[in-house]
């Protein structure tokens, strides 16, 4: 996400590296360079320079102290600028409503379904909502199934009517019959079109005045850039919505739609899409987002997506079977499906500080586990619980059976004895901070 972007700024931060002070020379240079980056980027040209000439005048305006550099004086100024860029601060879903209607709008081909799917999901899941979800796109084709599909994939009902082709009617009748239900939640999928069109307009406000929403969202797919925003203003010249969803950020983003769109639109980002998965979509913090840009990761957001998908008690379990030294391949297995449900590992790898920039050039497959996955399968109940008992003929039967080389599965054996022995240390508080002492120190400490 952002990899060229990243690229292009850090080069522009070149510029300033070694020099001791910060001049109108140094600075118009970099700032050159940094606007060149977010027009590649596809940013909005006003946006773009009216972003580089206050990052410029505050740059101008700081004293470099001597324990910083300019370079890092710069990037702590980019990073604040970056984050009031995209909204500041993180703006939640108002919920206050019983029940809460949320229309969703946008282009055909953007997500909205597939956003539908999740938003209802991260309500059910996070917000204890009782979601219902209602099918308003009686155009496109199997957009209802789709909708059917995924409301059974997250567990909420849908409302449906496949006898009529009339969005309003089908719209007002979706909220009465939450409202009968006792659904705290009603989420309104539309129709898109192919472009901006009068009909679509006119239908979508129809729609908005005979239900009254409490949350509009539009939807757009970030891949998109320049594009993205331009929809975006037209949408809400007609619709005034109440926030934006960015999908597809994990595929390969320039940027430009995160960056332009609250500065044209003032309207804020609620959400992420991250991939096809229905836990997939994160709320949007503008701060994070800023790190991950300037290369500098999302700590938090890493923690935060490890700390849905990993229990305390089996963690706790866990713990105790690494002081016995009994950790498994079975516990190895569990861990490997844990982290593969926090999301794609390209993702992951850019949340941790520096791994991204450190690893740009290496690629990441999203299937990095099957070989693993395959040599532990084709492991007996009683070799995957006693790893040590796992001698040659074991590792030759298994390499067949797993379809890779003997020398794959000495490799993984050995590097989970490794593993096992480093958790086991770890584990006790004093032979830690043995290790913790005896580490080589880093240069110029």
Same mark, same amino acid.
């Given at each position: 996400?952002?990899?060229?972007?990243?690229?292009?700024?850090?080069?522009?931060?070149?510029?300033?590296?070694?020099?001791?002070?910060?001049?109108?020379?140094?600075?118009?240079?970099?700032?050159?360079?940094?606007?060149?980056?977010?027009?590649?980027?596809?940013?909005?040209?006003?946006?773009?320079?009216?972003?580089?000439?206050?990052?410029?005048?505050?740059?101008?305006?700081?004293?470099?102290?001597?324990?910083?550099?300019?370079?890092?004086?710069?990037?702590?100024?980019?990073?604040?600028?970056? &984050?009031?860029?995209? @909204?500041?601060?993180?703006?939640? /879903?108002?919920?206050? =409503?019983?029940?809460?209607?949320? +229309?969703? %709008? *946008?282009?055909?081909?953007?997500?909205? &379904?597939?956003?539908? @799917?999740?938003?209802?999901?991260? /309500?059910?899941?996070? =917000?204890?909502?009782?979601?219902? +979800?209602? %099918? *308003?796109?009686?155009?496109?084709?199997?957009?209802?199934?789709?909708?059917?599909?995924?409301?059974?994939?997250?567990?909420?009902?849908?409302?449906?009517?496949?006898?009529?082709?009339?969005?309003?009617?089908?719209?007002?009748?979706?909220?009465?019959?939450?409202?009968?239900?006792?659904?705290?939640?009603?989420?309104?999928?539309?129709?898109?079109?192919?472009?901006?069109?009068?009909?679509?307009?006119?239908?979508?406000?129809?729609?908005?005045?005979?239900?009254?929403?409490?949350?509009?969202?539009?939807?757009?797919?970030?891949?998109?850039?320049?594009?993205?925003?331009?929809?975006?203003?037209?949408?809400?010249?007609?619709?005034?919505?109440?926030?934006?969803?960015?999908?597809?950020?994990?595929?390969?983003?320039?940027?430009?739609?995160?960056?332009?769109?609250?500065?044209?639109?003032?309207?804020?980002?609620?959400?992420?899409?991250?991939?096809?998965?229905?836990?997939?979509?994160?709320?949007?913090?503008?701060?994070?987002?800023?790190?991950?840009?300037?290369?500098?990761?999302?700590?938090?957001?890493?923690?935060?997506?490890?700390?849905?998908?990993?229990?305390?008690?089996?963690?706790?379990?866990?713990?105790?079977?690494?002081?016995?030294?009994?950790?498994?391949?079975?516990?190895?297995?569990?861990?490997?499906?844990?982290?593969?449900?926090?999301?794609?590992?390209?993702?992951?790898?850019?949340?941790?500080?520096?791994?991204?920039?450190?690893?740009?050039?290496?690629?990441?497959?999203?299937?990095?586990?099957?070989?693993?996955?395959?040599?532990?399968?084709?492991?007996?109940?009683?070799?995957?619980?006693?790893?040590?008992?796992?001698?040659?003929?074991?590792?030759?039967?298994?390499?067949?059976?797993?379809?890779?080389?003997?020398?794959?599965?000495?490799?993984?054996?050995?590097?989970?004895?490794?593993?096992?022995?480093?958790?086991?240390?770890?584990?006790?508080?004093?032979?830690?901070?043995?290790?913790?002492?005896?580490?080589?120190?880093?240069?110029?400490?």
């Amino acid at each position: 996400m952002f990899s060229n972007l990243q690229d292009k700024l850090d080069r522009a931060f070149k510029v300033l590296k070694g020099q001791g002070n910060i001049t109108e020379i140094n600075v118009a240079e970099t700032m050159k360079e940094i606007r060149k980056a977010l027009l590649d980027a596809d940013v909005n040209y006003k946006t773009a320079k009216t972003f580089t000439d206050d990052v410029k005048q505050k740059a101008l305006g700081e004293n470099v102290l001597s324990s910083i550099s300019p370079g890092q004086l710069l990037t702590k100024i980019m990073n604040d600028e970056l &984050t009031g860029l995209m @909204g500041g601060s993180v703006t939640e /879903l108002d919920l206050s =409503k019983n029940p809460t209607v949320i +229309l969703i %709008a *946008g282009l055909n081909g953007a997500g909205k &379904t597939t956003f539908t @799917g999740k938003l209802a999901n991260f /309500l059910k899941d996070k =917000k204890g909502k009782k979601p219902l +979800l209602v %099918a *308003g796109d009686v155009y496109r084709p199997a957009a209802i199934d789709q909708l059917e599909v995924l409301a059974e994939q997250v567990g909420v009902p849908v409302y449906t009517d496949r006898n009529s082709t009339d969005p309003i009617a089908i719209a007002k009748a979706g909220v009465e019959e939450g409202k009968r239900n006792g659904n705290n939640v009603i989420i309104i999928d539309t129709a898109g079109r192919l472009a901006i069109d009068e009909a679509l307009m006119n239908e979508i406000t129809a729609v908005k005045d005979a239900t009254q929403p409490n949350e509009i969202l539009f939807v757009v797919d970030a891949m998109t850039g320049q594009d993205a925003v331009n929809t975006a203003k037209a949408f809400n010249d007609r619709l005034d919505f109440t926030g934006v969803v960015l999908t597809k950020l994990d595929g390969d983003t320039r940027g430009g739609a995160a960056l332009s769109i609250k500065s044209v639109v003032n309207k804020p980002i609620k959400f992420i899409g991250t991939g096809e998965k229905m836990d997939a979509l994160d709320v949007f913090y503008p701060e994070r987002m800023a790190s991950r840009i300037l290369g500098m990761g999302d700590v938090v957001s890493l923690v935060e997506r490890a700390q849905q998908q990993f229990d305390e008690k089996q963690a706790a379990e866990l713990q105790k079977k690494i002081r016995k030294n009994k950790f498994d391949f079975n516990d190895f297995r569990s861990q490997i499906q844990q982290i593969k449900k926090m999301g794609n590992m390209k993702d992951l790898i850019g949340m941790i500080p520096g791994a991204g920039k450190a690893l740009k050039d290496v690629e990441i497959e999203d299937d990095a586990f099957k070989p693993i996955e395959a040599i532990i399968d084709s492991m007996t109940p009683f070799e995957r619980e006693n790893p040590d008992a796992i001698d040659q003929k074991r590792r030759m039967r298994i390499a067949k059976g797993s379809g890779t080389d003997i020398n794959e599965v000495n490799k993984l054996l050995k590097q989970f004895m490794d593993m096992r022995k480093v958790m086991k240390q770890m584990s006790n508080p004093a032979m830690a901070a043995k290790m913790m002492r005896n580490m080589p120190k880093m240069p110029g400490r």
